[in-house]
């Protein structure tokens, strides 16, 4: 659909849009509640470790939905080779970068590391237990000296989080100079593009297949949550 001479496309699904979101709020509150001693948690470590399982859930589903979801939820739709990521870097650092409907090649690894770490984060703290109040469930299923060094890995693999984090948001900034709007689309799920994006792509699958696809990868990353959880 054409509007003002910009072609409008639907990106991001509404599960991804759901998924991101929710990982933001998620992570805020954990993050939150290692600085905090008590307001407004009775037992921060608890809520700490509440906001965890809920990061792991949401995680399970995204690593699913990366397969068998829409076009440009699907890893193999934004992962690129080193070659055309170095030559998207090339391109980025002079203003003059491709134009990419889903993530750009840069972007696109950037989302895979994040995972990836957030994914570490979540499945280790699993591990951990500080003694006094909490205790993951996994405690000790490998002995205190593997959860000593999880405990270690979890501290440091937070301050890479914090990191990334400020990369993510910095290419958030570059991108909106550069004139795409990259939150205005995960509100949404549309962008809008002066020409033909270079990965448009038309999806395959109906909606009502899709549909399945994401109740089965809710219905499997929610039993996580429960699991953990009670």
Known sequence: MRNANKLSIEVWDGWVRVFHWGLVLAVLVSFYTTKTSAVPFL???????????????????RWLWGVLGS???RF?????????????????LKRQPNTYASHNPLGGWMVIIMLLSLSFQAVSGLFLSDDIFFQGPLYGLFGKGV?????????????????????????????????????????????????????????????????????????IAAGVVLWLWF
């Open 71 to 73: 076009v440009y939820a």
């Open 76 to 92: 193999s739709t934004f992962l690129y080779p080193p070659a055309p990521t170095i030559a998207y870097s090339k391109t980025l």
């Open 147 to 219: 959860g000593s060094q999880l405990s270690t890995l979890h501290q440091l693999n937070s301050h890479l989080l914090i990191i990334l984090i400020g990369l993510h948001l910095l290419g958030l900034v570059v991108h909106r100079l550069l004139g795409e709007p990259l939150v205005t689309a995960m509100l949404v799920g549309t962008k809008r593009f002066r020409q033909q994006p270079i990965d448009a792509r038309n999806e395959l699958l109906n909606a009502a297949t899709l549909r399945l696809r994401a109740i089965g990868a809710l219905c």
């Open 43 to 61: 037992f921060p470590i608890d809520v700490h470790a509440q906001a965890g399982y809920v990061v792991l859930g949401l995680l399970v589903f």
